[in-house]
């Protein structure tokens, strides 16, 4: 792994990490679900990957990039032997503490609100985001030796940030230029979910969000997805709950409060009825 660990002239702590298929798993849990503590872009320029985010299943294949989002739970399913892989990884202190940070926030931003995470380029696109990560990572390993160091990494970040941004943004317009007005009705109604499902699990909440009545929401979302609003939303905190049960040691009572549970017996319940076993039970499977 690849790490530059640095110190500003305001104290500030820049932290940038690039792992890559030997020891991507550093950073990311396989076989259950995680909540990843930093934001990456994953770049896959041999074999594929499957990664479930949230409630959506995607397969990562050659010369493809995935965004990975802090606000989300993943699971990596598969990883197959021949892949190749970098996996960059940042702090969001890196962005609001480097120079030209407003240009580059809004960018970021706009990255971030991305309705598409999976992008597939051609192979001499991604050479260019290779080469670019490479660079990245050997500044980052040699930071003390060289002059400048701390500008250099800033600005290969921004190549590669600016080069994920004119990628994803064109493809993300015209996947909502091809979505009818029901399927636009679930995205925006799952990335609410999405933002709001450790706050309340109420789809009232949620009509009133988008202005619609229950009926409508329920009648749209169960068309386009095959599930209501409530299944979406107990996905997304069953998730959270594996997640938090396999990778803290948060006690059972409080992650029953975090989710928004009467008391820990509800939770238990809930856990029990979509995997089967106790969030105890579950917990034991895992080494804390």
């Given at each position: 792994?690849?790490?530059?660990?640095?110190?500003?002239?305001?104290?500030?702590?820049?932290?940038?990490?690039?792992?890559?298929?030997?020891?991507?798993?550093?950073?990311?849990?396989?076989?259950?679900?995680?909540?990843?503590?930093?934001?990456?872009?994953?770049?896959?320029?041999?074999?594929?990957?499957?990664?479930?985010?949230?409630?959506?299943?995607?397969?990562?294949?050659?010369?493809?990039?995935?965004?990975?989002?802090?606000?989300?739970?993943?699971?990596?399913?598969?990883?197959?032997?021949?892949?190749?892989?970098?996996?960059?990884?940042?702090?969001?202190?890196?962005?609001?503490?480097?120079?030209?940070?407003?240009?580059?926030?809004?960018?970021?931003?706009?990255?971030?609100?991305?309705?598409?995470?999976?992008?597939?380029?051609?192979?001499?696109?991604?050479?260019?985001?290779?080469?670019?990560?490479?660079?990245?990572?050997?500044?980052?390993?040699?930071?003390?030796?060289?002059?400048?160091?701390?500008?250099?990494?800033?600005?290969?970040?921004?190549?590669?940030?600016?080069?994920?941004?004119?990628v994803a943004t064109p493809r993300s317009e015209d996947s909502i230029n091809q979505m009818t007005s029901q399927q636009k009705i679930t995205y925006?109604?799952?990335?609410?979910?999405?933002?709001?499902?450790?706050?309340?699990?109420?789809?009232?909440?949620?009509?009133?969000?988008?202005?619609?009545?229950?009926?409508?929401?329920?009648?749209?979302?169960?068309?386009?997805?095959?599930?209501?609003?409530?299944?979406?939303?107990?996905?997304?905190?069953?998730?959270?709950?594996?997640?938090?049960?396999?990778?803290?040691?948060?006690?059972?009572?409080?992650?029953?409060?975090?989710?928004?549970?009467?008391?820990?017996?509800?939770?238990?319940?809930?856990?029990?009825?979509?995997?089967?076993?106790?969030?105890?039970?579950?917990?034991?499977?895992?080494?804390?």
């Amino acid at each position: 792994m690849l790490q530059g660990n640095i110190e500003t002239a305001n104290s500030s702590f820049i932290h940038v990490q690039i792992y890559d298929q030997q020891n991507i798993f550093d950073h990311a849990n396989f076989g259950h679900p995680y909540r990843p503590t930093r934001s990456s872009f994953l770049f896959v320029k041999k074999g594929k990957l499957r990664i479930r985010e949230q409630i959506n299943e995607f397969e990562i294949i050659e010369n493809s990039i995935f965004l990975i989002d802090v606000k989300y739970v993943y699971e990596i399913l598969e990883i197959s032997p021949d892949a190749e892989l970098r996996l960059l990884s940042y702090d969001r202190n890196f962005l609001e503490t480097a120079s030209f940070k407003l240009h580059r926030l809004k960018v970021y931003r706009d990255l971030k609100t991305q309705l598409q995470r999976n992008f597939h380029i051609s192979k001499q696109e991604l050479d260019i985001f290779w080469t670019n990560v490479e660079s990245l990572g050997y500044y980052l390993e040699h930071f003390d030796e060289i002059e400048y160091g701390q500008y250099i990494i800033e600005n290969y970040f921004n190549i590669i940030l600016y080069h994920l941004v004119s990628v994803a943004t064109p493809r993300s317009e015209d996947s909502i230029n091809q979505m009818t007005s029901q399927q636009k009705i679930t995205y925006k109604f799952v990335m609410l979910v999405s933002d709001y499902y450790l706050e309340t699990k109420s789809v009232q909440f949620y009509a009133d969000k988008l202005q619609l009545s229950i009926r409508h929401l329920s009648t749209v979302v169960k068309e386009t997805s095959g599930k209501t609003p409530i299944e979406i939303i107990n996905e997304f905190i069953f998730n959270e709950a594996k997640a938090q049960l396999s990778t803290t040691t948060l006690p059972i009572k409080q992650l029953a409060t975090k989710l928004q549970f009467s008391d820990q017996y509800a939770f238990a319940h809930f856990f029990k009825k979509h995997q089967g076993t106790s969030p105890t039970q579950y917990r034991k499977m895992f080494k804390l």
